[in-house]
C-alpha cells in the first residue's frame, strides 16, 4: 500500500488543505492497473514531516504482513500510535485479510455447562441420499403413480437399511433415536412404524423386476458403462438320484469323475 495526497479547498477558511489516502495498486478484469482508496488517514496533522508519512506507511505495511524489519526505526511515538490506530482500523472495516499466524479472539468456556438435546447421526445417510437422487428412484415411482408420502417412506427405509441393517423394529428406533434420516427426505419421524415399514418393503418387492431394470440403465448411463455379459466360470455337479424327471440333469463328463450320474452345468457370469 502506498500514501496518496489529495488538495481540498475549505470555503470557511479559504484556504487549501492536503489530505492523505492509503490506497493499493490492483488490475482490472482487463489486466490494466488501477488504483483504490482503501482507507482515509485525514490531514494527518500530528506527523507534519514528510519522512514521518513515509515512516507511517512503512509501518502500516509491515503490520498488515506480519513482516517487521530487522531494525527498529519508529522510535517516534506518534508514527507508533497512528500505525496502530490505523492498522485496527483497517482490521475493523475488514479492509484487510488476518496476517500469518494471527489468532482470533478466545472466549473461555465451561464445557460442563453444554448441553445437547436430540443430537443425530447424518453423514452416512447424506451420502446415500445423494445416491438415491442420482440413481433417480424417487421419479421411477412417480412413473410408477406412487404418491409423494409412500415415496419419502420408501427412501427413508431403503437408506436406513443401508446405513444400518437390522430388522423393522430396530430400524425404527433407530430413526427415531440416532439418525437424522427423515429431515433429509422430508418424512415425519413420528409417524414411522414397523408396520408401516413392512407395508412399503412389500410394495416396493411388487416393483423388483422394474426396478431393477431402471436401475441397470442409471448405473450404466451414470458410470458410462457397456453392459456386456461375460462368461466367469464353467463347473458341474452330480446327482444321487436318478433324475428321471428331470429336463436340465444329463448324462456327461463329469469332474468327479461319477460318469453313472447325471449331471447339471453351473456357469458364473458377470458384467462389467
Known amino acids: 500500500m502506498f500514501l496518496k495526497n489529495i488538495i481540498k479547498y475549505c470555503k470557511t477558511e479559504k484556504t487549501y488543505h492536503t489530505y492523505y489516502r492509503l ?14 482508496m482503501v482507507l482515509g488517514l485525514g490531514r494527518l496533522l500530528e506527523i507534519p514531516d514528510l519522512d514521518q508519512k513515509i515512516l507511517l506507511t512503512a509501518r502500516i505495511n509491515e ?41 482470533e479472539e478466545w472466549e473461555r468456556v465451561n464445557l460442563k455447562t453444554l448441553k445437547n438435546k436430540d443430537v443425530c447421526e447424518i453423514g452416512a445417510e447424506s451420502l446415500c441420499y445423494q445416491a438415491f437422487n442420482q440413481l433417480n428412484i424417487d421419479k421411477f415411482l412417480h412413473t410408477r403413480g406412487w404418491k409423494d408420502e409412500d415415496i419419502k417412506l420408501a427412501a427413508t427405509h431403503i437408506i436406513s437399511r443401508a446405513v444400518y441393517p437390522a430388522s423393522e423394529y430396530k430400524t425404527v428406533s433407530w430413526i427415531k433415536e440416532n439418525s437424522a434420516i427423515c429431515e433429509l427426505t422430508g418424512y415425519d419421524k413420528e409417524r414411522v412404524t414397523k408396520d408401516k415399514l413392512y407395508g412399503i418393503s412389500h410394495k416396493l418387492y411388487r416393483e423388483k423386476e422394474q426396478l431393477e431394470n431402471h436401475l441397470s440403465r442409471c448405473t450404466n448411463e451414470l458410470f458410462d458403462l457397456e453392459d456386456k455379459i461375460i462368461l466367469y466360470d464353467l463347473t458341474n455337479t452330480y446327482f444321487e438320484g436318478r433324475m428321471k424327471d428331470s429336463r436340465m440333469a444329463k448324462f456327461g463328463r463329469s469332474k468327479e469323475k461319477r460318469n453313472d450320474a447325471r449331471l447339471i452345468v453351473l456357469a458364473l457370469i458377470v458384467n462389467t
Open 63 to 103: 503490520l498488515i504482513k506480519g513482516t517487521p524489519t530487522l531494525f527498529n526505526t519508529y522510535k517516534d511515538q506518534s508514527v507508533e500510535q497512528l500505525a496502530q490506530h490505523f492498522y485496527r482500523e483497517l482490521k475493523a472495516k475488514k479492509k484487510i485479510d488476518k496476517r500469518p499466524g494471527e489468532t
Open 23 to 36: 490506497c493499493e495498486s490492483y488490475r482490472d478484469e482487463f489486466g490494466m492497473p488501477r488504483q483504490r
